[in-house]
């Protein structure tokens, strides 16, 4: 008789798998973000292996060197994966919007897919990012409002965010669509930058500037983790960080908010909700 098992013995038990893909931090501290939604993933999915992967090459080399903690890449974590067993996995991202690393997530998510027979999974599905969709921007200025709730309060304070951002790809428009979603819950509350591309942070003194009843300003990343950006290019001693410049047009009340979006179990939540939502 026929059978649909493998001629070598019995066919493989279905066994799942989560694998959470973030860009990496090499700030100790800044692991924590991610910690945290690894394991709120875990405690949402006891029954499911779950699994971590880096896709910076830079900050897993560091921390192999300096740390000696040993983070795989996606496409390593996934083989590993696949020779334990597992059959069905669900590859997360920690990302906030579904820009060039996202790509690269996927090409990798699409090379395992098409690999049949027994190096192969059953199942392999991708997961989206915060910011993918008009709805998800509406969600996220929600968490927003949420979490800065209290600063809210004072009306003379506003919340500046700082993106990463992605100066040569489409998802980078984002921002605006979140910042969009921001204005009609909270106007005038909350002013995004980024990093690498647009808004920048010219563009957010000229919102500020609007506003001139704003006297207090919190400064906090829209990034999973508050790392190397944050620290640095956010709220660092240069004379070019975020902070500086804001105290040089005038605004002397600047406070930093060094915590990573990560750290919110909101956020956690949106996340073990897009995990769940892949393995109905
Ligand atoms: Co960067």
Known sequence: MKSSA???GRARPDRAGIL???FGTSVPEARRAIDNLVDSAKEAFPEAQVRLAFTSNII????AREQNVGIPTPAEALARMQDEGITRVCVMPTHIIPGEEYDDIRS????FASIRGKYGFRRIALGSPYLHSVPDCDRMAEILAAR????LEDEGTAIVLMGHGTPTHSANAMYCQLQLALDRIADGRFFIG????APTIEDVVRGLKKHPSVGRLVLSPLMIVSGDHANNDMAGPDDDSWLHRLRREGYEN???HLVGLGEDPRMAEVFVERIREMLL
């Open 6 to 8: 493998s001629p070598h």
């Open 20 to 22: 959470v893909v973030s």
């Open 60 to 63: 897993r080399r560091k921390i």
């Open 108 to 111: 990798v998510v699409d090379a």
């Open 148 to 151: 800065f709730g209290r600063r």
């Open 194 to 197: 980024t990093v690498e591309a």
């Open 254 to 256: 600047v406070e930093p």
